[in-house]
């Protein structure tokens, strides 16, 4: 099946810096979604975004499905962004969404 | 408002009971999934429906059963037989398969087998 990696694994950052997390995929993809898991667990959709670029506030994404890899820029981070992040990916002809393995992201005052 | 609801959120139970965790949509989509989040982890597909009176096994349906006998409801049923049911699971669902659109998630239920 499809191999979904996700870097850096954990990642701490002072309130106000930008970050970069990276999502690998394996084989060509259908539907790519990007998700912030929250302290109680619930995933909020960040991004559909199986190919180009979309921005929503402070977050923006792209992916460059031909190299097979997405992007999540955060930007201005602040406290309430700590959390999880997944990216989520869909194959040609796949019918399951399979997650990554996720980024930790921690943002201190 | 239109959403996913999982209920109960929270539930424990002895080991060798059968549980069963609700899933309603009120989004009027097809396809409805269930999926198992472990501490740490990525989650992982149990069974998915993409549309009433069908569904599929996923990646780790040994141990669960499910039944989609209306369009908003994909009721999971942890058995006896699932080895660790100690878990995060987690309903979503989607217009129709995950192919064509974004999937949305409820808040989840956090199952402990005491």
């Known amino acids: 099946g499809i191999q979904v990696e996700q870097s850096p694994p954990d990642l701490i950052l002072q309130e106000g810096a930008n970050s970069t997390l990276r999502c690998n995929f394996s084989d060509s993809v259908n539907n790519l979604q990007w998700f912030h898991q929250n302290p109680w667990g619930q995933l909020i959709n960040l991004f559909y975004?199986?190919?180009g670029t979309k921005q929503n506030g402070r977050l923006s994404a792209t992916t460059v499905a031909t190299e097979r890899y997405s992007l999540l820029y955060i930007s201005s981070s602040q406290t309430t962004d700590s959390g999880v992040y997944f990216c989520?990916?869909?194959?040609?002809?796949?019918?399951?969404?399979?997650f990554g393995t996720g980024t930790q992201l921690k943002v201190e005052l | 408002d239109g959403g996913i609801t999982q209920s109960p959120k929270y539930l424990f139970r002895k080991e060798g009971q059968n549980v069963t965790l609700s899933c309603e949509q009120n989004l009027n989509h097809d396809a409805m999934y269930w999926y198992r989040q472990d501490p740490g982890q990525g989650l992982r597909l149990i069974y998915y429906s993409q549309i009433v009176n069908d569904f599929q096994k996923g990646d780790i349906a040994e141990g669960y059963s499910v039944s989609r006998e209306k369009k908003e409801s994909f009721p999971l049923t942890v058995t006896s037989a699932q080895k660790n049911p100690t878990a995060f699971y987690l309903c979503a669902s989607s217009i129709q398969g995950p192919n064509t659109g974004e999937l949305f998630f409820g808040e989840g239920s956090r199952l402990t087998v005491l």
């Open positions: 989520a990916v869909v194959t040609g002809g796949g019918n399951k969404l399979t």
């Open positions: 975004i199986p190919s």
